[in-house]
């Protein structure tokens, strides 16, 4: 097979178009093929479909192809354009690339499965581009995409937010729950931001939706209860914002618990050998002897401090279960329910505070 009728296979051209030649050039690592066409011919115009004569031809043109042997490959041609009554005069389509495009249709879909992979700065030097050649291959598969979608409304949607680059850059986002495909993009995180997505549709196909999920970002409340009826009812917070909301509850709780449960241990005897302030675990020693000796006292026990009695002892200051005045440790008063006077751990301890 000769490389002329190769190369039009690999392309798969059909009449009119035709491979003319194939130049081999191994000194600048390069293959340049030159597709025509057959004269005679009528071509649509691009706007209105009309069959017209040729009128004239573009300039010459390059678009680059797959490479062949690790040569970057080009194919040549001159466009030829009709003149419409209605359009005027037009480009006729390509069948090997989109218009405004300089790469063909093939090395495109490249492109798009590297770009998958990696950013454009990795794609652009793995394909040896530009950074605006790899943003437009991007640009022009997007509106492929959104001109083949269906224009509809999903039943369940999602709102959401995303950072689009470091700083404060936030892209608002619309996708289908139930599809898990993206229906809408738009910049910011403003109630306009999501006003466009409902403007699209009228009012009978915005009442379809039932349900949107969202988090609890008053903007995007405010717009899902403008455009929809009954709105109260068809919003639903997501789980995470909902446990993120909960936890900072019960830890504002937790720091106002422990304020109130704080006792006073400026009044516990200094150390005779040092005028340091006594550290936590000899604070927790004297506590859990004093707790031990108010046990035996109670309840006439002659059982002998547990072996984590100092870890025992400073989990009673920690937590607020007692207070220490001239040597002797005093429970609280009412006393916590279920609270064991001999053995308590740092756990039980935790688990009686939460239960109040």
């Known amino acids: 097979m000769r490389d002329i009728e190769f190369y039009a296979q690999v392309l798969g051209l059909t009449d009119p178009w035709f491979v003319e030649d194939v130049d081999l050039s191994v000194e600048n690592k390069r293959v340049d093929i030159t597709v025509s066409h057959h004269e005679g011919r009528l071509w649509a115009c691009p706007a ?19 490479d062949t042997g690790g040569f970057p490959t080009w194919l040549n041609a001159r466009p030829p354009r009709v003149k419409c009554p209605t359009d005027g005069v037009r480009q006729v389509r390509l069948p090997w690339a989109e218009p405004r495009s300089r790469f063909t249709t093939a090395f495109e879909r490249l492109a798009i499965d590297v770009l998958k992979e990696t950013d454009i700065s990795g794609a652009a030097n793995i394909l040896k581009m530009t950074w605006d050649e790899c943003w437009g291959i991007v640009e022009r598969a997007v509106a492929r995409g959104k001109a083949a979608k269906k224009h509809r409304v999903p039943a369940l949607i999602g709102v959401d937010e995303k950072a689009a680059r470091k700083g404060h850059s ?31 549709f009228s009012p009978a196909q915005r ?48 720091k106002g618990e422990h304020s109130e449960l704080r006792w006073n241990i400026e009044t516990l005897p200094s150390s005779s050998k ?33 072996k984590n009695s100092r870890k025992c002892g400073a989990n009673v200051v920690r937590h607020g279960l007692g207070r220490a005045t001239k040597g002797q440790f005093q429970p609280l008063a009412p006393p916590l329910p279920g609270l064991s006077m001999e053995r308590t751990t740092g756990f039980e301890l935790a688990t009686l505070l939460l239960a109040r």
């Open 48 to 66: 209105c479909e009309a069959e017209l004569p040729v009128f004239d031809h573009s300039e010459k043109r390059a678009w680059r192809h797959l």
């Open 170 to 200: 936030n892209l608002t986002l619309v996708y289908d729950i139930v599809g898990g495909t993206v229906e809408y993009i738009a910049d910011d995180r403003k109630q306009a931001s999501l006003d466009g997505y409902f403007d699209a």
């Open 207 to 254: 009442d379809t939706i039932t349900a949107v999920a969202m988090d609890m970002w008053e903007p995007y409340i405010n717009s899902v209860k403008e455009h929809l009826n009954n709105a109260e009812n068809k919003i639903v917070f997501d789980r995470f914002h909902i446990m993120k909301h909960m936890g900072e509850a019960v830890d504002t709780v937790r």
């Open 274 to 306: 040092s005028s340091q302030p006594p550290s936590a675990e000899r604070r927790g020693a004297r506590l859990a002897s004093a707790w031990m000796t108010l046990t035996r006292k109670n309840k006439g026990s002659t059982a002998r401090p547990p």
